[in-house]
C-alpha cells in the first residue's frame, strides 16, 4: 500500500532554489566586499547589486521549502482545477535528461566547434562543422538530409551575410 | 486633421521601397516562425538583431515588429490543423480549432479567425495611433519616483502573470537584473561582475543572452523531437464561411480585441493572458458554456483577436515610457537602444516619423498578412511538412554567424553557448527565460532611476510613496503580489484539507 498524497521536498524545487540561493550569496558578499556601498542618498556601485542579492537569496529559500509548507497535496488535487499553466513538476527531470543527451553534448559542441574554426579556417569550414555536428543530435540520422544541410547552409549564410549585408567574412582561409 | 497630418509623415517613411520591402520581409518571416510549432517569434527577432544593425531604425522596427505580429497571425495554423500551437497565445486556439479541423471545417476556422486576427490588430493600431500620444503627455511628468516604481510594476506584473510560479519568475526577474548590472557603473565608472574579462566590461550582449536562451535552449530541448506531421484532411481550396458562421463571429471578436488590446497595454499581461481570458469570458457569456471544446466558432475568434490585438497594443508602454510589457517588447526595446533611441514620453513628438512610420507599417503589415492568410493559406499549412531536424541546424548557423557578427568576436559565440546551456538547465528547473529577459533590459533604468530619486529625496525611501503616481504603480505591485499569495495560502488551506482521506494505490 502506497500514499500517493504525502509528496515530498521536490528535487527540482531544491536545485533551483539552491542555485538562485547561491547567485544571491554571490552577488550579496562581492557587493559588500568588493565595491563601496554609499550610503542611501549617495549609493555606490555596491548598493543595487547588495538589494539585489538579497532579494535573490529569500526568493532562492522560498522557491526550496514553500512546498513543504504546503505539503501533503499530490494527486488528490484536481489537476484540472489548476490554473493554466501551473508548472507540471510530475515530468521527471532524469527522463527529460536521458531523452535530451545527445543534444545536451552536441549543440554545444557544434556551437563551439564553429567558434573554433570561424577565425582560423573561414567560414565554410565553420558551417560544415557546426552541421556535421548537429545533424547527429536528431533522433534519427539521414545522409541526404546530412548532404543538403552542408551545401545548403553554406549558401544561405554566404547570401545573407556576405552579399545581403557586405560583411566582411573570409569564406576560406589556409590554416597553417 | 492633426491625426492625417501624423499619418501622412508615416506614410513617407513607411510606404517607401525600403519601408515596403522590410515591413513585407518582417510579416513575411513572422509568419514562417508562426506557422511552424517550436520556432517562436522571439528567437527570430533576437537572431535578427544582429541583421538589423546595418539599417536605419526606422526599417530596422519596422522588419522586428513585422516578425511579432506576423507571428501571432501564423500560430493559429498549427492550432487548428495539428493541434499544436505554433505560438504561445495561440494554444488557448488549439481548444476549438483542432475540433472544427476534425469536422472538416479547418479552412473555415482559418478564415474566420483571419478576419478576427484582422480587426483585433486595426483596434490595437488605432489605440496605438490614439492612446499612445496621451499617455505621453500624461507621462511627461513622469520623474525619477514614477520611473522607478512603474519598472517595478511593470517586473512584478509579469512575474504575476508569466505561467509559471510567482517566486520562479520573480526569482529570474532578479537574476536578469543582476546579469543587467554587468560591466562598467554609469555612476562611479567602476566594473562590477566583470570578472576582468574585456569583453563583458560594456554590458553583457543582449544578442547573445536572447539567443542563448532562447534559440539554443530552445534546439537543445526540442533536436530530439522529429517533428514530420502532415496536416491532414485540409482542402486548400478556401471556402467562405456561411452567413451563420459570420453571424457568431463579430460580436467574439469585437470582444476580443477589446479585451485584447487592454492587456497589451498593461504591464505584464500581454498576448498570451489576452488570449486566455478572451477565451474563458466567451465561454462565460455563452449560452451553452458546455459546448466548448467540441469546435465552437467562437471559441477561435475570441482568442485570436485579442491577441492580435494584445500584440499591437503592447508596444504602447515600450514605445512612450520605454518600459516593455513582455519579452519580446524588451528585446524590441533592445533593438531600439542598439541604436541610439531611448524611448522616452518625447519619442513620439521627436522622433515623429519613427513612431507614426511605425503606425503606418502596421497597417501595411496587417493587409498583407490578410492576403497571406485568406487566398495564399494553402501554401503556408505546405509549411508545415518542414522537419525541425532540417530546421535546427540552420538556426545554429544562424545564431552563430549573427552574434559574430556584432562585434567580430569569437568570444560572443562562446557567450550564446554558456547562455545557452544556462537556457536549458533553467528548462529542466521550470524557471523562465522571458522575466529574466524583462529584468536585464529594464535593470539600469531601475537602478539609475533608484539612485537618483534617492539623491533627490537626501536618502528617504518615503519619496516612493508621497508622490501619488509613484504611490499607485507601487500600490498596485503590492495589490498583485497579495492576490498571489491569497491564492497560494488558499490552495495550501484546501490541499491541508484534502490529505484527509488518503488514496491507495
Redesign the interface.
Known amino acids: ?6 509528496r515530498r521536498i521536490e528535487i ?1 524545487d531544491l ?2 532554489g539552491g ?2 540561493t547561491v ?2 550569496l554571490f ?1 550579496a558578499i ?1 557587493s559588500l566586499a568588493s ?2 556601498l554609499g ?7 555596491g ?3 547588495m538589494l ?2 538579497g ?2 537569496i529569500v ?2 529559500l ?2 526550496a521549502f ?1 512546498r513543504a ?5 499530490g ?3 484536481d489537476r484540472e482545477a489548476m490554473p ?4 507540471d ?1 510530475e515530468e521527471d ?1 532524469r527522463s ?2 536521458r ?2 543527451a ?3 553534448v ?3 559542441c ?3 566547434l ?2 573554433f574554426l ?2 582560423r579556417a573561414g ?1 565554410i569550414p ?2 560544415v562543422g ?2 556535421v555536428v ?2 547527429f ?4 540520422f ?1 545522409w541526404v ?1 546530412l548532404v ?2 552542408i551545401v ?2 553554406p549558401i ?2 554566404y547570401l ?2 556576405v552579399v545581403g ?3 566582411p ?1 573570409e569564406l576560406v582561409k589556409g590554416w597553417f | 486633421m492633426e491625426l492625417l497630418n501624423h499619418l501622412a509623415v508615416g506614410a513617407s517613411v513607411a510606404l517607401t521601397w525600403n519601408g515596403l520591402f522590410y515591413c513585407f520581409i518582417g510579416v513575411t518571416l513572422g509568419m514562417f516562425v508562426g506557422v511552424l510549432p517550436g520556432v517562436g517569434p522571439l528567437p527570430a527577432i533576437a537572431m535578427l538583431l544582429p541583421v538589423t544593425f546595418y539599417l536605419d531604425p526606422i526599417q530596422a522596427m519596422i522588419m522586428l515588429s513585422g516578425v511579432y505580429y506576423g507571428g501571432q497571425y501564423g500560430g493559429k495554423t498549427a492550432s487548428i490543423l495539428l493541434n499544436l500551437p505554433g505560438t504561445a497565445p495561440a494554444a488557448v486556439t488549439c481548444l476549438d480549432g483542432y475540433p472544427m479541423a476534425k469536422q472538416g471545417r479547418a479552412d473555415i476556422a482559418l478564415f474566420v479567425t483571419t478576419i478576427s486576427s484582422f480587426v483585433g490588430s486595426l483596434l490595437g493600431i488605432i489605440l496605438v495611433g490614439g492612446f499612445a500620444p496621451l499617455l505621453a503627455k500624461f507621462a511627461l511628468s513622469f520623474g525619477a519616483a514614477e520611473y522607478f516604481s512603474l519598472v517595478v510594476l511593470a517586473l512584478i506584473g509579469a512575474s504575476a502573470m508569466g505561467g509559471s510560479s510567482f517566486a520562479r519568475s520573480l526569482s529570474m526577474v532578479f537574476f536578469g537584473l543582476l546579469l543587467g548590472i554587468v560591466g562598467e557603473d554609469v555612476t562611479s565608472g567602476r566594473e562590477r561582475f566583470t570578472f576582468g574579462i574585456p569583453q563583458i566590461a560594456d554590458r553583457l550582449d543582449l544578442v547573445a543572452v536572447a539567443m542563448g536562451l532562447f534559440g539554443v535552449a530552445e534546439v537543445i530541448s526540442t533536436a530530439r523531437k522529429s517533428r514530420v506531421h502532415a496536416a491532414e484532411g485540409f482542402s486548400y481550396k478556401v471556402r467562405l464561411p456561411s452567413r451563420e458562421d459570420m453571424r457568431r463571429t463579430w460580436k467574439p471578436t469585437l470582444r476580443g480585441a477589446g479585451m485584447g488590446a487592454i492587456c497589451g497595454i498593461l504591464p505584464g499581461a500581454g498576448a498570451t493572458m489576452a488570449s486566455f481570458l478572451a477565451y474563458a469570458v466567451e465561454r462565460w457569456v455563452s449560452k451553452t458554456p458546455e459546448k466548448f471544446g467540441t469546435g465552437m466558432i467562437e471559441g477561435v475568434t475570441a482568442p485570436e483577436a485579442a491577441d492580435n490585438a494584445a500584440a499591437q497594443s503592447s508596444f504602447i508602454p515600450t514605445l512612450t515610457l520605454g518600459i516593455p510589457g513582455s519579452a519580446v517588447m524588451a528585446v524590441m526595446l533592445g533593438a531600439l537602444m542598439i541604436h541610439g533611441i531611448t524611448p522616452t514620453p518625447r519619442l513620439i513628438t521627436d522622433n515623429a516619423e519613427l513612431f507614426w512610420g511605425l503606425v503606418v507599417s502596421f497597417l501595411l503589415g496587417n493587409a498583407i498578412l490578410l492576403v497571406f492568410n485568406i487566398p495564399m493559406i494553402g501554401i503556408w499549412v505546405r509549411l508545415l511538412q518542414i522537419p525541425y531536424t532540417i530546421l535546427y541546424p540552420i538556426i545554429l548557423a544562424f545564431i552563430c554567424i549573427g552574434v559574430y557578427s556584432i562585434n567580430s568576436s569569437v568570444f560572443d559565440i562562446y557567450l550564446v553557448l554558456l547562455f545557452g546551456l544556462m537556457g536549458y538547465g533553467m528548462r529542466l528547473l521550470h524557471l523562465p527565460p522571458a522575466p529574466l529577459i524583462l529584468g536585464f533590459i529594464l535593470s539600469p533604468m531601475l537602478e539609475q532611476n533608484f539612485r537618483r530619486a534617492m539623491l533627490l529625496s537626501r536618502g528617504s525611501f518615503e519619496v516612493f510613496v508621497e508622490r501619488p503616481i509613484s504611490a499607485a504603480f507601487l500600490a498596485a505591485s503590492a495589490l498583485i503580489v497579495l492576490a498571489v499569495l491569497a491564492a497560494t495560502v488558499r490552495r495550501a488551506l484546501r490541499n491541508r484539507k484534502s490529505i484527509r482521506k488518503p488514496v491507495e494505490v
Open positions: 500500500m502506497k500514499l500517493v498524497n504525502f527540482t536545485i533551483a542555485l538562485v547567485v544571491g552577488a562581492r565595491y563601496p550610503s542611501a542618498s549617495r549609493m555606490g556601485p548598493y543595487y547589486p539585489i542579492g532579494v535573490l526568493l532562492g522560498c522557491i514553500a509548507f504546503q505539503q501533503p497535496t494527486e488528490v488535487v493554466l499553466g501551473e508548472d513538476e527531470i527529460v535528461l531523452d535530451t545527445p543534444s545536451i552536441l549543440v554545444p557544434a556551437i563551439a564553429f567558434g570561424l577565425e567560414l565553420a558551417c557546426l552541421t548537429s545533424v543530435a536528431a533522433s534519427h539521414s538530409r543538403e544541410l545548403a547552409i544561405i549564410a545573407i551575410f549585408l557586405g560583411l567574412f
